[in-house]
């Protein structure tokens, strides 16, 4: 049962990620991006992850691509390049780079293979919102509170880049 | 039951398109997207160590990773909209202001 729902959302996940990279379209690009994640969720709950898994949906799937297809529309950016026109020396050297480094990733894998450990059987107890909120408000309450701090300097960041300044005809501000 | 590889070959496989998207594409929100795939594998894999050594400390390296990833988005999205407020394009080959 576990390795058929794996082979369903590792293919689901691929799929979609290849798609991702190669649609012209801006916008479905980013929906193909939502499959993604949401599949890669559906594999968190498989590493016995529930917390994780829900923020998964909740932050990735639902306020990082909400806010990513809100700048899609809001810019207006659906005249897109077509993808294999002119530089065939660039791709082929990308494609060769992504075959090195995941030619390198399996290769390191390949040496520990046999080390490593099964699943572990407290893990039914480990991944629960429950056990997640009791580490983290105990042994990182610094970094979690750091984490808020570091928010709220993206958010007011973000303001400061992207908001647009009204100038009047003198010039001046 | 599972093996971990399969989770880790299906991590490293996701960090691999990720990185051809960042390299063939020149849509700047798309290879934000792709950055964002990347987090995703890398915190695909974290995730796998912990389930595999019963360890809570993994989920809440991801935990924070995702909040970093949250601010990261927001304040890569400004750029693009600055970017895109500058010269009309998210074309990123049109971004040559520091290119000699």
């Given at each position: ?160 880049i ?12 | ?25 020149r849509?700047a929100?798309?290879i ?43 304040v890569g999205?400004?750029i693009i909209?600055s970017i895109f407020r500058n010269n009309?394009s998210v074309d990123i080959t049109k971004v040559n202001l520091l290119r000699w």
């Amino acid at each position: 049962m576990d390795i058929y729902a794996f082979v369903l959302l590792a293919v689901l996940a691929i799929a979609s990620a290849l798609g991702m990279i190669l649609n012209k379209n801006t916008i479905n690009s980013a929906l193909l991006l939502v499959v993604n994640m949401v599949s890669i969720a559906g594999i968190y709950l498989l590493l016995q992850a529930q917390f994780l898994a829900l923020i998964q949906i909740l932050v990735y799937a639902g306020a990082i691509m909400v806010l990513f297809l809100f700048v899609i529309m809001l810019l207006n950016v659906d005249e897109e390049q077509s993808l294999l026109d002119g530089f065939r020396v660039k791709y082929f050297l990308a494609f060769l780079l992504g075959v090195i480094i995941f030619g390198q990733i399996l290769y390191s894998l390949g040496g520990v293979t046999d080390m490593l450990p099964e699943i572990s059987p407290e893990m039914i107890t480990v991944g629960t919102v429950e056990a997640v909120g009791d580490v983290l408000y105990t042994d990182f309450l610094y970094a979690f509170e750091l984490t808020a701090i570091l928010l709220t300097a993206a958010v007011v960041g973000a303001l400061m880049i992207a908001q647009y300044k009204v100038k009047d005809s003198e010039g001046t501000e | 039951m599972i093996g971990i590889d399969w989770y880790l070959a299906l991590s490293a496989i996701l960090f691999t398109i990720g990185i051809i998207g960042v390299l063939i594409r020149r849509n700047a929100i798309v290879i934000f997207m792709c950055v964002e795939l990347m987090l995703n594998a890398v915190n695909l894999s974290l995730l796998t160590f912990s389930a595999y050594h019963g360890d809570i400390s993994g989920q809440i390296l991801v935990f924070f990773s995702l909040a970093v990833a949250a601010a990261e988005a927001v304040v890569g999205l400004a750029i693009i909209i600055s970017i895109f407020r500058n010269n009309l394009s998210v074309d990123i080959t049109k971004v040559n202001l520091l290119r000699w």
